[in-house]
């Protein structure tokens, strides 16, 4: 069959064809605003392994969303609720400038350091409701803990309270089949975030809604790196080290309109009702509400991570589950660690993903020999996600120092510019470096190589 002329005829001109195309998505791979790593990777793929490589760019690749461009992350906030820009630091000044809302004054943080109290302060939040609650989740899991908080949203939709819960697709894939139905019956709205099919159809398989937010009446939110389950919230054997907050004051009315912007674009319902009157101010915390993510032209949360390191005179603090940063990231801590200053990452001493560990434990090396500490928390998975600059400022949220968390995900970040949270959040980073191997072993030639052939994966992560 393979000597027919005709075929072997066709099979070049298919080639051809094939070859073809892998080149001209290559060109609008080099044309698209991407990582230069990222771009050699995907570049690499296409012209190297071109059947795999068009399947994949076909149904991953896309960075950036066709999507009409957000509304204001808040309502018309009252200048009384907002830092003067005269006394901003750069950092709140920058990411006014890319269209971040101002720092607002007055907010009251609550950080809740363990499971059993961030279960506590979420079950607050949902039974104090009492006009309208946003549940904004990667990860809702079928367990006792998000029957528990399912069994609250219902509660809360029985009482007249407009309860909208979004999870995304492939986060939350378990189905709480029957806690689901009483909840709708209830009258409770819930949609999933870019379904797996139609995100494949719109080469948008890729970016996934990873936000943490719950918000009661726009007053009174639930936010931070904690999803609703058991290892989140206190009910699983091993219980995950994590952080999460309560948040009152103006803060969270920003946060509302985060969940309501994704609400809209994810299920297509433009009829929310109009934001509800920005709160009275509750505490002395200021706070800046940092989304970021694919329906932004620019990449904030990487904006922000190299600000704050270059920001950094005495103390550059950084925790996450997974440390697999871009190079523009990674050179600037490298070179904060360089300059003298106090530089420390603090990470599981094993994730639940064992080839980003694999990839980041290069990253860290590297790290490491520029000067900074690193800090593997022993107990069990760590994953808090939080950056601390000198005494002057913090941000935590739902964002990891990775790929995914850079460029493709729906992130959100909390910027605290005052003194007491970021010595709050000081004291956690302290207490869990206590629990913690310091430092790296050297490792064999074998193992190097495999990390260093890992880390060519590191974009595509």
């Given at each position: 069959m393979f000597n027919d002329p005709l075929l072997l005829q066709l099979a070049t001109?298919?080639?051809?064809?094939?070859?073809?195309?892998?080149?001209?998505?290559?060109f609008e791979v080099v044309h698209e605003r991407r990582a230069p790593a990222a771009t050699l990777a995907w570049v690499a793929l296409l012209l190297l392994l071109p059947v795999l490589g068009l399947l994949l760019y076909l149904l991953f690749a896309a960075r950036k969303v066709p999507r009409p461009a957000p509304r204001p992350c808040a309502p018309e906030?009252?200048?009384?609720?907002?830092?003067?820009?005269?006394?901003?630091?750069?950092?709140?000044?920058?990411?006014?400038?890319?269209?971040?809302?101002?720092?607002?004054?007055?907010?009251?943080?609550?950080?809740?350091?363990?499971?059993?109290?961030?279960?506590?302060?979420?079950?607050?939040?949902?039974?104090?409701?009492?006009?309208?609650?946003?549940?904004?989740?990667?990860?809702?899991?079928?367990?006792?803990?998000?029957?528990?908080?399912?069994?609250?949203?219902?509660?809360?939709?029985?009482?007249?309270?407009?309860?909208?819960?979004?999870?995304?697709d492939i986060g939350s894939l378990g189905d709480l089949r029957a806690a689901r139905r009483a909840f709708l019956a209830a009258g409770g709205?819930?949609?999933?975030?870019?379904?797996?099919?139609?995100?494949?159809?719109?080469?948008?398989?890729?970016?996934?809604?990873?936000?943490?937010i719950v918000v009661a009446d726009g007053a009174r939110a639930w936010t931070g790196g904690r999803n609703i389950g058991d290892v989140y919230l206190g009910r699983g054997d091993r219980p995950w080290l994590d952080l999460s907050l309560r948040v009152a004051g103006p803060a969270a009315a920003v946060l509302a309109e985060i969940c309501r912007n994704d609400w809209q674009y994810g299920s297509g319902d433009t009829d929310c009702g109009a934001p509800l009157p920005v709160p009275a101010p509750s505490g002395d915390a200021v706070v800046q509400v940092l989304p970021s993510g694919p329906e932004h032209a620019d990449d904030l949360w990487q904006a922000a991570l190299i600000k704050a390191c270059f920001a950094a005179q005495q103390?550059?603090?950084?925790?996450?589950?997974?440390?697999?940063?871009?190079?523009?990231?990674?050179?600037?801590?490298?070179?904060?660690?360089?300059?003298?200053?106090?530089v420390r990452i603090l990470v599981p001493r094993r994730s639940d993903n064992p080839l980003v560990d694999?990839?980041?434990?290069?990253?860290?090396r590297e790290a490491q020999r520029a000067g900074a500490s690193v800090h593997r928390y022993e107990p069990g998975m760590m994953h808090a996600k939080f950056v601390l600059v000198d005494q002057r400022y913090a941000l935590f949220?739902?964002?990891?120092?990775?790929?995914?968390?850079?460029?493709?995900?729906?992130?959100?970040?909390?910027?605290?510019?005052?003194?007491?949270?970021?010595?709050?959040?000081?004291?956690?980073?302290?207490?869990?470096?206590?629990?913690?191997?310091?430092?790296?072993?050297?490792?064999?030639?074998?193992?190097?190589?495999?990390?260093?052939?890992?880390?060519?994966?590191?974009?595509?992560?």
């Open positions: 001109i298919a080639t051809w064809l094939l070859w073809l195309l892998a080149l001209v998505l290559a906030l009252p200048e009384p609720s907002c830092l003067p820009a005269a006394a901003a630091p750069a950092l709140e000044r920058m990411l006014r400038r890319f269209g971040v809302p101002p720092a607002t004054l007055g907010n009251a943080l609550h950080f809740a350091l363990t499971p059993e109290a961030a279960r506590s302060d979420l079950l607050a939040v949902i039974d104090s409701a009492e006009r309208e609650l946003w549940v904004l989740v990667y990860a809702f899991f079928d367990d006792a803990s998000g029957r528990e908080v399912m069994t609250a949203l219902t509660a809360a939709a029985q009482r007249g309270v407009q309860v909208r819960l979004m999870v995304d709205r819930m949609v999933r975030f870019k379904p797996v099919w139609y995100a494949l159809a719109r080469r948008m398989a890729n970016l996934r809604n990873h936000r943490k103390r550059l603090w950084l925790a996450t589950p997974y440390f697999v940063p871009d190079e523009t990231v990674l050179n600037a801590v490298l070179t904060a660690a360089r300059s003298g200053i106090d694999l990839v980041a434990r290069s990253y860290l949220g739902s964002a990891n120092i990775d790929a995914r968390s850079l460029f493709l995900n729906y992130e959100s970040t909390l910027v605290a510019y005052d003194e007491a949270t970021v010595a709050t959040l000081a004291l956690f980073f302290d207490e869990a470096c206590a629990q913690a191997t310091t430092g790296l072993n050297s490792t064999g030639r074998v193992r190097e190589t495999l990390a260093a052939l890992a880390r060519l994966l590191a974009p595509l992560l």
